[in-house]
């Protein structure tokens, strides 16, 4: 009989569209459903690289070169070293986004079999290269209530086995916005040198710090030979549909064997090459804008929540998330009946469900990710209908408010119309 | 110690590439070097489809569905319709040029350590992503005094261990330009039936059959469910800096699986997307021109090579290559005298050693690839280039011509400018 592979069966369903059939229902209804589910960023994308693409010349739109354009590597060797990172064009394999960066990472650094930490929580999507490229992920948990910092070195040393390979953070950290500090990457990549691991970090969201000046892996002492990034334009310059990443070393074996995979492929995608070109040549100053409105909706998505009975929201340094505990039995549950049942002024919300993050089974099914990727006035909209949501929600776990807390909650009658 | 992967380690450098760094050479030192060794197109990319590009209005370049667009699906599925084939927007998994539905197709269909049958001479990058997936090819070789017609069903049977999963055919073939019949098809499929495999069928060629109409395995009666298509825009349309491919298959199984692979890279190429969007809109006519010029270089092509005393060139009935034997020792050791040692009227040329395309050791050490993807005055003078290379190579292995045909040959006196 013809079978589907096992890692065809393993692969999971992408944990960040689960709601959306239900999303879809909704909005046929007629309701406002607002999308703080995935990271899709609505900032939009520079005028200036996109009309790059437009006044291209182009008559045959043939391949590049295997580890991207000459010129586009170059001029993002640049950006890295306006960013002070020790990087050249010839330590730089141009990727198809990030996700294509991440799976030769683990192809050219572990063996079928092998195993990887990675704190948890973690981008859902991780799981699925792994079940690709055939290495198990070992997940190592992070902690709330100390806002997702790095776990203590001792816990990433109990996971060690014989067949760890690499430690894989996110920084800025999809899903929690946890940025990692200087001392907390240099405690991880010391425990990488005393155990011959390579340390893959992935840093899409490097661009967006808001509390302290962004560290990268590379920029560590001793981070050649062990560092791999991962890195991608997709949320630096809100242009994921372009899919150009890249994969960054100092080490020169890993450089010319992930090259061989990027051989393989042939090339990354020419015309979002020539949007990145642009991109990578904006000023400085061009993050200013987007950096400054990600962070007003950060304080307004953090004081938000951490003033909603219940909620136990940190305050993340970066990216475009928030990681909170909700007052609720499931989130995943919450989150359906946010769609199928819940109206608040004909308006609802998308919300991901936080146990896609978390390998360790049980964890997560309290929390939830919210991307802020949406305009201030609609994600203030969205967290009203949180906040109202949590109060009617039959599966609250927290004790029921009582009358007085809830008039003070609300200038307005509660009004939750149910459907 | 931090090691490479056994896989990276395994991985082959290109085939394409390994005489590159010579003709680099040559060039810097002034000789003209005809690339007939890369199967990019020369023809211009259609202007209108790059003008969908360009007049695309994009506020925000996001993530696609991870299938690729509803519309581009659309399109594509007309195309193919078009073309007589049973699909359906459903079927089709928009995917990062050929070389990912190859990828996707492979990790759905084999688990690790499963064997895919493979006819030899094949696409040498067949090895690499067989080594990412971890499955093993097991050739059958076909032969060229037949045309490197599919090989007896009896040779695959022979080839059959329990771990066989697949048989993987390239139609119309790259290398060889061999465009199977029908009946072929049906044979091979039939194999596939008795047996419980898959047939991968990786038409990126499609388009380029001069001699008989083109038939795809999807339109073989029980295609469905063994038959998994994997497509690409990159020589239909000369875009090969797309990017643009596709899976298709009328398996449901299969493509919920492979699905799930391509949601772990969230989407493929947006602006890609849009100019294989308008070029599935392109009327059949289209292909008019671009066949007709191919046609006419396969002709001069096969007639040139077919004169040259020693050489063994059938006439292959589509595709852009020709599989040639020649006359010499070694072919990689020929291709790198051509560009070190070999100059006529300051030119010389760049050809792919056949050894690349097969797997059995030891064969094709006599053959080479042509691609004839230059104008047709260039093709004539890089033919001209090899039929005198031929005659002054040390190397040759046919008897020594005699003075009454080397002069029969030219009409102007041999003159080869060796450096």
């Known amino acids: 009989m013809l079978e589907i592979s096992r890692r065809g069966q393993a692969m999971p369903v992408s944990p960040f569209r689960k709601l959306a059939p239900y999303a879809e229902l909704a909005r046929q209804q007629g309701r406002i459903v607002y999308p703080l589910n995935i990271g899709q960023p609505d900032i939009e994308t520079p005028p200036a690289a996109l009309a790059a693409v437009r006044n291209a010349d182009i008559r045959v739109l043939g391949y590049s070169h295997g580890a991207g354009t000459e010129s586009y590597r170059h001029r993002l060797a640049a950006y890295y070293q306006r960013a002070g990172l020790p990087v050249v064009m010839e330590d730089i394999i141009v990727t198809t986004g990030g996700s294509e960066a991440i799976l030769f990472a ?37 902690r709330i209530d100390n806002g997702f910092a790095l776990p203590p070195l001792a816990n990433f040393e109990r996971a060690l086995t014989p067949r760890t390979r ?30 011959s691991l390579y340390l893959i970090s992935d840093e899409a969201y490097r661009e967006f710090c808001y509390d302290a000046p962004y560290v990268s892996a590379l920029e560590l002492a001793g981070a050649e030979p062990n560092v791999v990034v991962v890195d991608t334009i997709s949320k630096r310059y809100s242009a994921c549909g372009a899919r150009v990443g890249a994969l960054v070393t100092l080490n020169k074996q890993v450089y010319v064997a992930a090259f061989r995979f990027a051989q393989m492929r042939v090339s990354p995608p020419g015309l979002g090459m020539l949007l990145a070109e642009a991109a990578a040549e904006l000023p400085e100053s061009y993050f200013d804008e987007s950096k400054a409105e990600y962070q007003a909706r950060r304080d307004l998505t953090v004081a938000r929540l951490q003033a909603m009975p219940g909620v136990v929201c940190p305050r993340p340094g970066g990216a475009f998330y928030v990681l909170a505990h909700l007052p609720v039995d499931n989130t995943e549950a919450f989150g359906q009946w946010l769609l199928e049942s819940f109206s608040y002024e004909n308006q609802t919300l998308l919300l991901s469900p936080a146990n896609g993050f978390y390998q360790t089974p049980g964890l997560g099914s309290q929390e939830v990710r919210l991307a802020y990727v949406i305009n201030r006035t609609d994600l203030a909209a969205a967290l009203d209908c949180l906040e109202r949501a949590l109060l009617a929600y039959p599966g609250r776990t927290e004790p029921p408010l009582t009358t007085t807390e809830v008039a003070s909650a609300f200038t307005a009658p509660l009004l939750t119309q149910l459907q």
């Open 106 to 142: 683990l192809l050219t650094c572990l063996n079928p079999g092998d195993e990887i930490i990675i704190p948890e929580p973690f981008y859902g999507t991780y799981t699925a290269f792994s079940i690709a490229a055939g290495v198990n992920i070992v997940p190592v948990t992070a």
């Open 166 to 195: 690499a430690i894989l953070i996110c920084n800025p950290s999809n899903p929690t916005g946890y940025v990692y500090r200087r001392a907390e990457l240099e405690s991880i990549l010391g425990l990488c040198k005393a155990h």
